[in-house]
DNA sequence: ATAAAACCTGTGACCTACTCATAGGTCAAA
DNA sequence: TTTGACCTATGAGTAGGTCACAGGTTTTAT
């Protein structure tokens, strides 16, 4: 298979297929008439498990140590299923983060609702935003 | 104010105030004599706004965008009004997407209770993940 | 046979929103 | 006066790709 075959089997980008080359999570052949990478199943079924781990929230590089791991005999999955433990407390601390927020967009949107636009004075940029009532310390920056 | 005089009155990295001022948040006047900036009172209802429009979900464009409208006088609050609409609908749509995959990700979990590890022989990457079911199009990639 | 379209190559820039590092200049206190 | 804390500008780094460029190759159509 080349690039663009590669990528079409799996549903991604050629470049996101020469990306992950240059990462080393695939390991094509090269055609030495004319420079082509040759991919073959075995990269398809590298590639799709790339994808899937993405989706599960793996990092590149985690992906890459599993993939190397894997290369090396060595079982990954203790790795995975700690990793991936991991990944679960993050999507839900995450999940509500996100909920909060929404929860202070939507009484920001309905107390919003009685105010004027107003033109900006110098003093008060945008009375919307400016009198939004910040509370609530869900933030990513302190971790 | 002094960099980090401002920087801790807003409770940002010194850096933020400096990046914030390269993009032109920020407008700060110059000391001829030291080459140092100096930041008034107004810099800092600036700064905290854009925190707070940046905890909205407004990117620093758009913050830039909104207070340029408000040095030239216009009200910049039905741009933010729509701006905001959108970005509850994006919220929103995100946490459905992380519910998803917090839903997946816990079945997955379960099913792979049962599973052996397994050493990878070449043709089973690492079997939870290989056998984990992806049915849910819940991507960002097609948007 | 040949010309154009569609592919391939590597390299490097671009995106977000900062953060950090570097090298050198300035200022306040001990 | 020296030390430490601050200031300056600039550039690199982060994640995960995506896109652009310039040039070589293969396929398809005429």
Redesign the interface.
Known sequence: MKVKELATAAGVNPDTVRFYTREGLLKPTRNPDNNYQHYDA?DL??LR?AR??R???FSLVEVRQ??D??DD??????M??DV??Q??AD??R??GE??Q??K???S??GA?EDMP????D??T??????H?D?KAPA?HVEE
Chains 1, 2 share one sequence.
């Not at 005999?73 to 203790?78: F, G, M, Q, R, V």
């Not at 636009?117 to 900006?120: C, E, I, Y």
């Not at 940029?125 to 400016?130: A, D, G, H, T, V």
Request: hydrophobic fraction near 40%; aromatic fraction near 8%.
């Open positions: 075995e079924r590298r498990f899937k781990a989706q599960l929230g599993i993939l791991q894997a005999h060595h079982s990954p999955c203790p995975v299923r991936f433990q990944r679960l999507v839900e995450e999940i996100l909920q927020l929404r202070r967009m939507k920001a949107l919003w636009d107003g033109t900006p110098g003093r940029i945008c009375r919307l935003i400016e939004w910040d933030k």
